[in-house]
């Protein structure tokens, strides 16, 4: 199994600002995946992020406002950028352990004010 | 369009008895489904998975079942226990080629098992 620690586990904001969260995961993985959960609704994908190349962002989602690092095998960083109270989520960091199981870290809670 | 659908947002159990969480798909391509129970605060936690190609399969007091014809999946506990209080996630895996597997989640059923 993987550990992953994600930073902050919350945050409120003020709109406008950006905020960067963190995922540290205790062994070297090839790809590290972005959620978002709404609330009440499900967890969806953001992006994959993959060591060396550039996240792949999906429908819906763009790298000017969801910037995304991954300068090794066991981090990732994902911003925020300019925020509005739409983007008040929770946000998830997860790792593939094989086809058919995924870890996910604690999640960032974050209000938008 | 919601790909993975949980149509019951709540289900409330007697502690001992059986607790039935049900999913519904659409996409026909998906080759795992898996669940998840997240408790508040934290991350989702993964408890069972099954293969498109089966129909069954089970993990101490969880089993999942898989009906491809009709594009349903149901996570079954038993004995229920009030440990088991959470929010519970269908996720269903579509494999997009080399390294790739991108999870869809239903929007989760709160289970409260009453003692």
């Known amino acids: 199994s993987a550990v992953i620690s994600q930073k902050p586990s919350r945050d409120i904001c003020q709109r406008g600002t950006s905020l960067t969260i963190q995922c540290q995961v205790d062994?070297?993985?090839?790809?590290m995946f972005w959620y978002r959960q709404q609330p009440g609704q499900s967890l969806t994908l953001i992006a994959t992020?993959?060591?060396?190349?550039?996240?792949?962002?999906e429908s819906g989602f763009v790298i000017d406002k969801f910037p995304i690092s991954r300068p090794n095998l066991t981090f990732s960083t994902l911003t925020v950028s300019n925020m509005s109270p739409e983007d008040s989520s929770i946000y998830l960091c997860?790792?593939?352990?094989?086809?058919?199981?995924?870890?996910f870290g604690q999640g960032t809670r974050l209000t938008v004010v | 369009d919601q790909q993975v659908k949980q149509n019951s947002p709540s289900l409330s159990v007697q502690e001992g008895r059986i607790s039935i969480l049900n999913c519904d798909y659409t996409n026909s391509m998906f080759d795992y489904f898996l669940w998840y129970k997240k408790y508040p605060a934290e991350g989702p936690t993964f408890l069972i998975s099954i293969s498109s190609i089966k129909d069954k399969n089970e993990d101490g007091r969880f089993t999942v079942f898989l009906n491809k014809s009709a594009k349903h999946l149901s996570l079954h506990i038993v004995p229920s226990q009030p440990g088991d209080s959470a929010v519970y996630f269908c996720?269903?895996?579509?494999?997009?080629?080399?390294?790739?597997?991108?999870?869809?989640f239903g929007t989760g059923t709160l289970l409260a098992v009453q003692p």
């Open positions: 996720a269903a895996r579509r494999y997009y080629g080399g390294a790739t597997n991108k999870l869809i």
């Open positions: 997860s790792v593939e352990a094989s086809k058919t199981e995924a870890f």
């Open positions: 992020a993959n060591q060396g190349s550039e996240a792949t962002y």
């Open positions: 062994s070297q993985v090839t790809m």
